[in-house]
């Protein structure tokens, strides 16, 4: 009720500032609420249009910083300088500002299984020293991937579930080593995300966040 007798008495006040008819019969202290809600509307429109303007210079800020972490991701691995080349069944490639450490499924598991092969664990020990030399503080997320074939054979009912088990294996490996478990989390894709062949697209990628 009282926004609906705000707005008719900032109309009727309107009428009366256009020196019409009938100005007489409208109580001074409506006109007088009218006129402090019309100043507080107008205040109010200030404000928001400041904050607007305010995160629109945040965001280009931000995509400007964004744009220049890119640039710097992408000459650090055109120069070889992230800190992964050279391990064992790994690819190193960029997600817009993020590191992307891509590790063959066959370098860590054995087929259908969750468990690492010891003979991955030089590989995960290597990039563990890397992402606390290089990359500390930044969040880590481990993604698992599969082929698309359907699971036969194995304990595990789908090949979501088989990626789970198998990024969490490698997250669980990774904070064995020393990485800070606060700062990494898995993530499961299954076939979601098929690279050009079967062998490809088994794998975990080990995603650095900007």
């Not at 006129?35 to 629109?56: C, F, G, I, K």
């Not at 490639?93 to 598991?109: C, E, K, M």
């Not at 299954?190 to 697209?201: E, I, L, M, V, W």
Request: glycine residues 10%; hydrophobic residues 35%.
């Amino acid at each position: 009720m009282r926004n609906r007798r705000g707005l008719s008495s900032l109309v009727v006040s309107g009428v009366c500032l256009l020196g019409l008819a009938g100005c007489n019969s409208v109580p001074r202290e409506d006109y007088d609420a009218a006129v402090a809600e019309s100043a507080q509307l107008r205040s109010d429109l200030a404000s928001a249009r400041e904050r607007l303007a305010a995160a629109n210079s945040r965001s280009q800020g931000l995509e400007q910083d964004l744009l220049m972490a890119q640039s710097e991701l992408d000459r650090a691995i055109a120069a070889g300088t992230t800190g992964f080349e050279g391990i064992n069944g790994t690819t190193v490639s960029s997600r817009g500002a993020d590191v992307v450490v891509g590790v063959a499924g066959d370098v860590l598991f054995d087929s259908g299984k969750t468990t690492l092969k010891s003979s991955s664990k030089s590989t995960l020990d290597r990039i563990a020293g890397v992402l606390d030399s290089q990359y500390a503080g930044r969040a880590i997320r481990i993604e698992g991937y599969t082929d698309s074939d359907p699971i036969r054979k194995s304990e595990w009912k789908t090949n979501e579930r088989l990626s789970a088990e198998r990024a969490m294996a490698v997250e669980a490996y990774l904070v064995s080593k020393g990485v800070d478990n606060d700062r990494v989390y898995s993530a499961a894709f299954g076939s979601s995300h098929p690279k050009g062949s079967k062998a490809q697209s088994r794998r975990v990628e080990i995603v650095i966040i900007e």
